[in-house]
């Protein structure tokens, strides 16, 4: 069995079983959002004396802690051999479950790369008054092995955010309005319907185009409706019905777009090793032409030989901004800014184009 038979489908069935039918390596990246084992004794009231509609499902109902642990070691072991040797596994959970998860994880060889804290923007309110607000979900992101070449595109991360390094808490919303999938009589479909901003982040940073994607619990569709939007290959299971035919139709209605408006900002190590003289001699940056820091506090032209001027002072785009600033160092790549159409850029951006342009021709 091959796993171009099942590229971006959606199966019905209990994941373990379903799962044993797939080929091994033949997986780059899993997303799981599996039962919580919330142990709800009873109903959740409001002060109101209304009911919250929480996860009261079957399929977040255990016998105890073992019987958990073995399903947990059940589909855990089968995401492992699914997984490509450098593939990695997104998990995400609440205090209930995600330590008990997090063991498991080392105990198969897993290799833990970082837990994320998804603090989400208009968490539920603990209604009783006697804990603190519920206000985060954890995720625990692992790479298959401690040897896994796994990928992370840490400059589309940094471009996300601002161009600041991406932390390891995200501040996002629930997923309400529009986004939240309704039924019949119009409520929720699904009680923990996850928000696609959380899962374009996961995938963004942990994927690459034509990847495929796997997602064991996949509910009403978020992972394989935003790893289509992505470009990137999906796997969905899911054992309820009326989920799974509501995450058919969710998914079919994803619009992909095209190969070229899907590149990211790519990772230093993949850039073209360009020198600076080359924007130069192709005219992106004729001798002559001024660059500024991003404040426009400092000025300095382009000479003919790649070096830049500032006053008396002359050196390479590094020398001469750690000379300006008295620094022992300096990335003149992204401390040097140029003029287009009235806004500054940083001169890296050529390079960015010109790796760009090579790829697609």
């Not at 009680?191 to 994607?213: F, G, I, W, Y």
Request: charged share 25%; glycine share 8%.
């Amino acid at each position: 069995m091959t796993k171009d038979l099942f590229f971006d489908q959606l199966l019905q069935g209990e994941c373990i079983d379903v799962m044993k039918g797939l080929a091994g390596g033949s997986v780059n990246c899993i997303f799981a959002d599996p039962p919580y084992n919330l142990q709800l004794k009873g109903e959740l009231r409001r002060p109101d004396e209304t009911v919250v509609d929480g996860v009261n499902d079957d399929w977040d109902k255990f016998s105890d802690y073992q019987a958990y642990d073995d399903f947990t070691r059940g589909w855990l072991s089968e995401a492992r051999r699914l997984l490509d040797k450098d593939g990695t596994i997104w998990v995400i959970g609440s205090y209930h479950n995600i330590f008990r998860l997090g063991t498991i994880l080392q105990d198969l060889g897993f290799w833990i790369l970082n837990d994320i804290i998804w603090r989400k923007a208009n968490p539920m309110p603990n209604f009783r008054g006697r804990r603190f607000t519920n206000a985060h979900e954890t995720l625990i992101w692992a790479a298959r092995s401690a040897k896994s070449r796994y990928c992370f595109n840490y400059q589309a991360m940094k471009a996300l955010n601002d161009d600041l390094q991406m932390r390891s808490d995200w501040y996002l919303p629930l997923c309400t309005g529009k986004e939240r999938l309704q039924d019949e009589a119009g409520l929720k479909l699904h009680p923990t319907q996850k928000p696609e901003s959380l899962l374009h982040r996961v995938l963004l940073a942990s994927t690459r185009e034509n990847d495929v994607v796997l997602d064991p619990f996949c509910g009403t569709g978020t992972t394989p409706a935003v790893a289509k939007k992505l470009g990137r290959h999906y796997l969905g299971i899911e054992r309820y019905l009326p989920y799974l035919e509501a995450a058919r139709r969710r998914v079919a209605e994803v619009e992909v777009l095209p190969s070229e408006k899907l590149a990211i900002t790519p990772a230093k190590r993949e850039m073209p090793r360009i020198p600076f003289g080359f924007f130069v001699e192709n005219g992106s940056l004729p001798a002559g032409t001024y660059v500024y820091d991003r404040q426009r506090r400092l000025r300095a032209s382009v000479s003919p030989d790649g070096t830049l001027v500032s006053g008396k002072q002359r050196g390479s785009i590094h020398k001469l901004g750690a000379q300006l600033t008295n620094a022992p160092s300096c990335n003149g790549w992204t401390f040097w800014y140029f003029e287009r159409e009235g806004k500054l850029y940083p001169i890296d951006l050529l390079r960015q184009e010109t790796h760009t342009l090579r790829q697609t021709a």
